[in-house]
């Protein structure tokens, strides 16, 4: 299996296609199988890269919980870029990957030709506290009940219903790969990642002060994250919005078809250098 030696501990991670590198950032819900469709649309023009975060095999699992934070994540995916000799790449995340995309953009805008946001902003505004309780409540359920009870519920959530409406075969995969994911390192990624990570409301100075092109791609039925998602919006100079209507979370497994085209507009401009700023005037030194 593809290894990559990183940060004292070994990510599996695969390439596909080649071009311009094209990495993808999972879901907590999700591993480096949830791009699989954009991986077979994508890597006829980008060489295409996905892997599984800390904490989801076959990436190795800390058994340390202090292991487990926002900054680990961002220095995993500088040392993988690192490794795969990645000087710079269009960065594709969904929920929990899409606030590293954005936060690795923040971080190291250099290393990053574009940011896709999609299914972010989690977390933000006055549900913060509401949040941080069911991130809790969900880590105690995986260190006591183990993947299968906490699958019960969270896939199944108001964010997932429309994914089992719309394409029950579609989500029966998503659940039973949710399922064979590490206890443990689902409960440390809930408590140090999630809990922890900074709020997307705090960030609006460096957000406005970054020239990176920004894509955040919602579903409308996916209400925890539109306060967030629209905040994202209106900060980052040179974002774009994309709603998907009668859509949940996991827009990319529930609207493929949808997502690759919008991601494909998206990607055809940026490279052709026509994504341009709200207001041109804004950007002089923004970098």
């Known amino acids: 299996m593809p290894q990559a030696a990183v940060n004292g501990l070994s990510l599996y991670h695969e390439e596909t296609g080649s071009g311009t590198p094209l990495v993808f950032l999972h879901e907590f819900a999700g591993d480096h199988r949830s791009w699989e469709p954009q991986v077979r649309h994508f890597a006829r023009r980008y060489r295409c890269v996905t892997y599984c975060a800390r904490g989801y095999p076959p990436s190795d699992v800390p058994a340390d919980a202090a292991h487990y934070t926002q900054d680990h994540q961002l220095a995993d995916l500088l040392g993988l870029l690192d490794h795969l000799r990645i000087e710079q790449a269009h960065l594709c995340g969904l929920s929990m990957g899409a606030n590293a995309a954005l936060f690795f953009g923040l971080r190291h805008p250099g290393r990053v030709l574009s940011m896709t946001i999609a299914g972010g902003g989690y977390g933000a505004g006055g549900n913060r506290a509401e949040f941080q309780h069911q991130v809790e409540l969900r880590a105690q359920a995986l260190l006591r009940h183990g993947m299968g009870h906490l699958a019960e519920t969270y896939a199944k959530g108001p964010a997932r219903v429309q994914f089992i409406n719309k ?3 579609g989500w029966e995969e998503f659940d039973r790969q949710f399922r064979e994911h590490s206890p443990q390192g689902s409960a440390y990624t809930l408590l140090g990642v999630q809990k922890t990570r900074p709020n997307i409301l705090a960030l609006g100075a460096e957000m406005e002060r970054c020239g990176l092109p920004a894509l955040v791609i919602l579903g409308d039925e996916d209400t925890p994250g539109l306060e967030g998602s629209l905040y994202m919006k209106r900060c980052l100079p040179r974002a774009g919005l994309a709603m998907f209507p009668k859509s949940g979370h996991a827009v990319n497994l529930e609207e493929p078809m949808l997502f690759n085209r919008t991601l ?16 041109p005037s804004a950007m002089q030194g923004a970098g």
């Open 167 to 169: 394409d029950r075969r």
């Open 264 to 279: 494909s507009d998206f990607l055809a401009a940026v490279d052709a250098g026509r994504w341009e700023p709200r207001d």
